[in-house]
């Protein structure tokens, strides 16, 4: 669910974009964090918890917790919550407590 009018507040959506969220495409807009689009597509299950298995959803949304770690671009460990939505990323739910992200520059 998506606000579209508000009596206070105006929005700027940016442009609409589509990503991909496990295989499925999704819809968005650039001012939006992935976590918020997915969320206004109705999907709620960000992941599961790695000892427990427990289902994870969106808890703080400003990038302190790590329940919507995701893989973006095939990048572990990214807080979707705070990262801006662009078009055509892929965004896979992670397994586990994801790997490390190592830069060949190193």
């Not at 949304?61 to 990214?78: D, H, K, L, R, Y």
């Amino acid at each position: 669910m998506r606000i579209e009018q508000h009596p206070v507040l105006q929005f700027d959506r940016g442009e609409k974009v589509h990503f991909f969220y496990n295989g499925q495409e999704v819809e968005g807009y650039t001012t939006e964090t992935i976590a918020a689009a997915l969320h206004a597509a109705g999907i709620r299950k960000l992941g599961t918890s790695p000892e427990l298995h427990r289902p994870r959803g969106l808890f703080c949304a400003i990038g302190n917790c790590s329940s919507c770690f995701m893989t973006v671009n095939g990048e572990p460990n990214v807080r979707i919550c705070v990262t801006r939505l662009e078009d055509g990323m892929i965004v896979e739910e992670q397994q586990g407590k994801g790997g490390v992200h190592y830069d060949s520059r190193d």
